[in-house]
């Protein structure tokens, strides 16, 4: 899933400052479950705009809605008409939904509410992990289901560095050494021998290095 948190209040209620009419947009996928854009954190923010506003003397007309899912286009219709009524949009989805939102409803800007920050795992509740950079081209095989670039901080793939000490790595001790993890999978599944294969400089290409990617199914026509 992709896990984002909201931004700082202060920051989103800067950013609506010369607006009089806002509508605080949420969605109810990953946003929702990592407790950052759902429907309880769009009410939340919605109130403290509002009170702010009000502190400061002035009003704000402030209207919610939360949305299936903001990053697909279909889903947005749902709320044309609180944004056809709004100055602004908040968005509390993550960067897609946000970007979404700004190509559906072009006249009207949607500014971020969350900051997102990484694919990862949920590990328990309020605790999530990164564990995917989306490099384009998957070495899990190799790697018994770790991987080696979102999970090591150096991205390491021919081992680990130097730096490993009782599990952890180098550049925090509350950091798990991927590579560790790596290699204890590698003897669970007795396939250890395996990194004595030398593997030569990845091709960044596949990942965002490469420039945006783009994907289009075989079949479909541009
Ligand atoms: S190897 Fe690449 S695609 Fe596979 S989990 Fe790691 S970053 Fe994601
Ligand atoms: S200590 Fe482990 S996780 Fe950290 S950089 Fe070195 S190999 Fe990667």
Known sequence: MIVAERKPLTEIIKAVAPFEKVLVLGCGECVTVCMAGGDKE???????????????????????????????????????????????????????????????????QTLPGVNTTFMGLPLQQGVWVENCLGCGNCVLEDTVGICPIARCSKSMLNGPCGGSQDGKC?????????????????????KLSALSEVKPPKDWATSHSGGPRKMVREDVKL
């Not at 180098?170 to 007795?190: A, Y």
């Open 170 to 190: 180098e550049v925090s001790k509350e950091t798990e050494c991927g590579w560790h993890l790596i290699v204890e999978r590698l003897i669970k599944f007795d």
């Open 42 to 108: 769009v009410k939340e923010t919605a109130a403290a705009m509002a009170i702010a506003r009000k502190k400061a003397g002035k009003e704000l007309a402030v209207k919610t809605q939360t949305v299936e899912r903001q990053c697909e286009f279909e889903y947005l219709e749902a709320a044309r008409k609180l944004v056809e009524e709004a100055d602004v949009v908040v968005s509390l989805a993550c960067g897609v939904g946000i970007q979404t939102m700004n190509l559906h409803y072009a006249e009207v």
